[in-house]
């Protein structure tokens, strides 16, 4: 059984900083990218960063500048750095990742339980 555990969310004001955190437990292989999604409410989930396991970064033109994807592969984290928060930033993260399994499986996608991000103005 694989799991994504989240933690590091909460309240900030607008112009704060919060820093997500997600760990991976259980047995498997490999991870591959590993993300952080978000879900405002009344919208759809979208990706905000995500990272290979050559640590290559991808964001969404919205945080681009602000926030900072980083993980640890020794450690099966991943963590999403959030500076100058503002309040369109609040919504529930997500934790993902692509994991193999075993030896030569298929990747099949883990999803954490999500944490509530809120930014007030």
């Known amino acids: 059984q694989v799991q994504l555990v989240e933690s590091g969310g909460g309240l900030v004001q607008s112009g704060g900083s919060l820093r997500l955190s997600c760990a991976a437990s259980g047995t498997f292989f490999r991870i591959n990218t590993m993300a952080w999604y978000r879900q405002a409410p009344g919208k759809q989930r979208e990706l905000v960063a995500a990272?290979?396991?050559?640590?290559?970064?991808n964001y969404a033109d919205s945080v681009k500048g602000r926030f900072t994807i980083s993980r640890d592969n020794a450690k099966n984290t991943v963590s999403l750095q959030m500076n100058s928060l503002k309040p369109e930033d609040t919504g529930v993260y997500y934790c993902y990742a692509d994991i193999r399994r075993r030896v030569g499986s298929y990747l099949t996608t883990y999803w954490g339980q999500g944490t509530q991000v809120t930014v007030s103005s």
């Open positions: 990272v290979t396991s050559g640590r290559s970064t």
